[in-house]
């Protein structure tokens, strides 16, 4: 049934942006669509708020004006400039505004309608506070974690689980109280303060390895909270656009889980990643020596190769290299061998960065294999070149259980006849843990930036 007291225009206006989302959701599914999938959603979104503005009416329009001027003055330098390798941290910062924006919404709105205000909507602004405020500060974390500005480890320390849990208890519990005392206000900053340490715990104690499940995961939880909101304030639109960002990003996180091999549940109440011993931190190959070699060495081993696989990686991004890789692969093919590119789902740093920066490079989608389909093909090749992968690669994943990549599903590069590793250092990858691949006798490291060493190894195959 329609409500009367929103304009028909705006329930219609409502339809579209809607079926924008839905659309958006559709589009962005698949490498080809993924662009118009962008722009229906900005449209949806665009859609949104003209509807609403039609439909409320505005008494400080100048405030309103203001905010524009300022988000947008902040925001397209912003989507403009960033570099594709910290849209994750990006990603993560939208996160953090969306849910405080919900959750300051929520918060004025109980302060509005207390202490005549029903269990219901108080029962659901409690939930969708404790979400937003929680999400605002795992985002944040999750943020600083990307961007490097904390270290990426997991923070563990003994009964971190009880710690963790007792804050959300407690949120919960003032949840619980001000659904019976609707007019006990001084519960609700109590409520929203262990929601925001819940948040700042379960984040802080996850690491860097399962940022990006993390991640879609609290974009899960501002979908909620938004959906939440809109129940209160009986807006269809943000029901929808919540659910449907909710209900995605569970999705995404739970897709992502089983890539990486991960317990959903642990990711859910931040209790991954934190296997890492004193043992794992430790250079467990202290003490050996790795084997250097030049371009010219890698110019006559693939002379002689039959079929070759790269292996892309977060290096690759930081490099640029992606437009020098597919120039060194055409003329390797050119020579009559088989070229491939591996792809592992959580290499770079969001989901899909490598299917990005490949297609941006026009590499045909035919040759990009994804990990299940060409693990059983690395002991048939001849040479794998590493370009600035590491975790993805690392044989520890399936060996060492004291490693905190124990578990996650890797691209069977060792198997190869030859794996050729570019990267500028021994430094280790994201997770921080060293990779035993480099020491391996059928191992050729070529220490450079990426895109150095390829145009260099590019003229020499000349
Ligand atoms: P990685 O393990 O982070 O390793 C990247 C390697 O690239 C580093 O060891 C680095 O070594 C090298 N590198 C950096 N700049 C380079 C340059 N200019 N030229 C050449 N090499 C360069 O990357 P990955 O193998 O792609 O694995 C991704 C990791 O990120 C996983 O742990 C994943 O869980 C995590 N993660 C993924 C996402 C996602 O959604 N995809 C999001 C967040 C986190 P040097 O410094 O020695 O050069």
Known sequence: MSDPTI????????????????????????????????????????????????????????LLIIALVIGVAIGSPIALKVPMTAVPQRTAMSHAFGSLAVALVGTSEFYQRTPNIDTAPTLILSGEMILGYLTFTGSCIAFAKLQGIIPGKPLVYPGRTVVSLSSLGLAVGFAIYLVIFPSSEYALPLMTAFALLFGFLLVI????????????????????????????????????????????????????????????????????????????????????????????????????????????????????????VKELADIVQAQGVDVKYAIHPVAGRMPGHMNV????????????????????????????????????????????????????????VDKAKTVVFIKRSMSPGFSGVDNELFYLPNTMMVFGDAKKVLTDLLAAMK
Do not use: C
């Open 7 to 62: 304009p028909l225009i705006t329930q219609a206006l409502y339809v579209v942006a809607i079926s924008f989302f839905i659309f958006s959701l559709k589009g962005m599914s698949g490498v080809h669509t993924s662009r118009y999938g962008n722009w229906s959603g900005a449209a949806g979104m665009v859609t949104a708020i003209i509807a609403t503005l039609l439909a409320y009416q505005i008494h400080r329009t100048d």
């Open 205 to 324: 104690a996850i690491g860097g390895a399962d940022m990006p499940t993390v991640i879609a995961i609290l974009n899960s939880y501002a979908g909620l909270s938004a959906a939440a909101l809109g129940f209160v304030l009986d807006n269809r639109v943000l029901i929808v656009a919540g659910a449907l960002d909710g209900s995605s990003g569970l999705v995404l996180g739970l897709i992502m889980s089983q890539a990486m091999n991960r317990s959903f549940l642990n990711v859910l109440f931040g209790g991954v990643g934190s296997k890492v011993t004193a043992a794992a931190e430790v250079s467990a190959q202290a003490g050996r020596s790795v084997a250097s070699y030049t371009v010219e060495d890698i110019a006559t081993i693939l002379k002689d190769a039959r079929t070759v696989v790269f292996v892309p990686g977060y290096g690759m991004a930081v490099a640029q290299a992606q437009h020098v």
């Open 357 to 412: 920066l490949l297609a941006e490079a026009q590499v045909p989608y035919e040759q990009l294999w994804e990990m299940d389909r060409i693990n059983s093909l690395f002991p048939e090749t001849d040479v794998a070149i590493v370009v600035g992968a590491n975790d993805v690669t690392n044989p520890a994943a399936r060996t060492r259980t004291d490693s905190p990549l124990y578990g996650m599903p890797i691209l069977n």
